[in-house]
């Protein structure tokens, strides 16, 4: 499809375990963001890459949080030694350039840590 | 104080009723703004970007208010399929988005 594609769309993880969480932004998009959602809250940023560089990653919560997009396309998040409070709705976004164009996203990945 | 606020409804309103409602953003030198919509276990989609003069994209009106730093969304003749949470967006800096945590819209027959 044209859309921002993330995967898997569901996941269910214990307590410790890493999870990873993959996003395959629009073709040609050259920004890509990932988002927290929690409950009943807005997403809150957490990273920005423009290409394959990571030029912001002030909202990621801890260290135990790490992105990368190595070449400049696919993204993957990831999460070490999962915590109950990183249940959540995982979004990325892309956008054609990064300043001021609306970001468009996907479905999100939700999170569960039993 | 959150960067976004907005008044998180729930706004019930039967069809074909107007529906307005606001939020107020704290960062002056914000630049950009938009309202997306999410529905209910999905993804948001953008609704429209905000104007400083205003903006209309049929049924939807949006407005700015830079001194008053605020942004309102009104929706005309609304329908059942306009039921969804609306968050307001603010780009403070270049790609930073900000989002309010939604007003939450339910349209009844």
């Not at chain 1, 073709?27 to 409950?39: D, E, P």
């Not at chain 2, 409602?21 to 209910?40: E, G, K, L, P, V």
């Amino acid at each position: 499809g044209a859309g921002v594609s993330q995967s898997p769309r569901y996941k269910v993880a214990k307590r410790g375990q890493d999870v990873a969480l993959r996003c395959d932004p629009i073709s040609g998009h050259v920004s890509l963001f990932w988002y927290q959602q929690a409950l009943g809250q807005g997403p809150e940023f957490l990273t920005y890459f423009q290409n394959e560089a990571q030029l912001d990653k002030s909202g990621l919560p801890s260290d135990r949080f790490f992105a990368e997009r190595p070449e400049g396309s696919v993204s993957t998040l990831k999460i070490q030694r999962t915590q109950q409070e990183d249940s959540a709705v995982y979004l990325c976004a892309s956008s054609l350039d990064g300043n001021n164009q609306p970001q468009h996203f996907g479905d999100g990945t939700r999170l569960s840590i039993l | 104080r959150k960067e976004v606020e907005q008044d998180p409804g729930p706004f019930n309103v039967p069809e074909g009723a107007t529906v307005a409602f606001n939020c107020t953003y704290s960062n002056s030198a914000s630049q950009s703004f938009f309202w997306y919509r999410q529905d209910c276990r999905k993804e948001p989609k953008l609704l429209m970007s905000v104007y400083s003069s205003g903006n209309e994209d049929g049924r939807f009106t949006a407005q700015l208010n830079r001194a008053s730093q605020y942004i309102s969304l009104l929706i005309r003749d609304s329908k059942l399929s306009d039921s969804a949470t609306y968050l307001c967006v603010v780009n403070k800096v270049g790609y930073k988005l900000s989002f309010g945590a939604g007003t939450t819209v339910t349209v009844r027959a």
